[in-house]
């Protein structure tokens, strides 16, 4: 059981089921959402259409990058075995983070999420928290451009 390519299994089919569910699309932005204990991960996705606010509120990007704030949490059952395999390696955090993040880095890698733009946000997120591999993660997924919009939003010095 190779924790990475369950993860990538997961995420394919469940992304793939969210286009078939919502064949109008838009989705720019999606997540790998979890929390500090990290005893499970989840999916979360977001459409244009779902930021409760308008490119000018002063708080757009906050809703625009904020994983906590998105519309579409179903994991449609896609996240079960990961979730199983989770709760096996304990308290091996930083593990299971690093096989999360390699799991979107090869997929992004292999265009699942498609080309690398402007309008498109990949992250890991851990809610409420400042682990390092949001950071890392939303650097090294998404085009430059959406990264400083992400860090001037989430990044404290």
Known sequence: MNLKDEIKRAITSHYKTLNANFPEGNFYGYSLYTSDDVSSIDPVANRESSISVDKDDPSYNYYRYSPDEWSDWDDYGKFDYV????????????????QAFQALI????????????DSRFIVIWLSDSDNEIIHISAKQLNSEKVYLEFASEFMTE
């Open 83 to 98: 979730n199983l395999i989770i709760k096996k390696f304990g308290q091996l955090k930083s593990a299971i983070l690093q």
């Open 106 to 117: 090869e997929l992004e890698s292999e265009g699942l999420f498609g080309i690398k733009s």
